[in-house]
């Protein structure tokens, strides 16, 4: 079974502060995506990743960046956390089959920032 | 540009009762469709899909037929249990590598 993992189920940030969500997958993916769930928002794509040290813009990359140094494990960098970025994150991954290839998710990070 | 519009929850039925969630669709061309879930805790994962007009996804008693008439996904069940209790969610993709299109999600609660 694919397995996404994300290093954090919960965690806690201040204001201002740098934040790194990590994601790993175990499956040799070339397609890596994060999302942010928010009530009444549903899924919103943030930035994804088709390949090693590529990435694209997805609907709201605005206060976000993202690295893909290796294949296996896509980061999601809060440059200057803000309250606003308060949300649960989804890591997903996917082969290069187009739609027909299911997403696999991890089982997200709840951020709080203060 | 390409979009998903599902019924708005919480949706709350009684155990065996029949389930529909709505899901309608705007998109260019042939788009593949889905239903995801996300169980309480969890990541999404796939439930079923459909990649052509007319065919029917299925999969843990849910159904779902591709309408390009009508540009509809509607979700289906027969008899939900408890363990049903999730938010799903509708998605339309193309052949390519671009990214799914997501609905906003409909709660479902079942209760025993």
């Known amino acids: 079974d694919v397995k996404v993992t994300q290093s954090s189920r919960y965690l806690v940030k201040r204001t201002g502060e740098k934040v790194f969500l990590e994601c790993v997958q175990d499956m040799d993916h070339e397609n890596m995506f994060w999302y942010r769930q928010d009530p009444g928002l549903g899924l919103r794509l943030i930035y994804f990743?088709?390949?090693?040290?590529?990435?694209e813009k997805g609907d709201i990359p605005e206060g976000y960046s993202v690295s893909r140094e290796k294949k296996e494990r896509f980061s999601l960098i809060l440059e200057s956390a803000s309250t606003n970025q308060t949300s649960m994150y989804l890591c997903a991954s996917s082969t290069t089959g187009g739609p027909n290839s299911p997403l696999h998710f991890g089982n997200g990070t709840r951020l709080t920032v203060t | 540009g390409d979009s998903v519009t599902q019924m708005e929850g919480p949706v709350t039925l009684s155990e065996e009762a029949f389930l529909t969630i709505n899901c309608t669709y705007t998109a260019t061309g042939y788009p593949s469709l889905f239903w995801y879930v996300q169980y309480p805790g969890e990541g999404l994962q796939l439930l079923l899909k459909a990649t052509k007009a007319d065919d029917k996804g299925s999969n843990k008693g849910f159904e779902a037929t591709y309408r390009k008439e009508t540009t509809s996904f509607h979700l289906e069940k027969g008899s939900v249990q408890v363990s049903d209790s999730a938010v799903y969610f509708c998605a339309l993709g193309h052949s390519g590598n671009t990214p799914l299109v997501f609905g906003k999600g409909t709660r479902l609660s079942v209760i025993a």
């Open positions: 990743s088709y390949d090693v040290k590529m990435k």
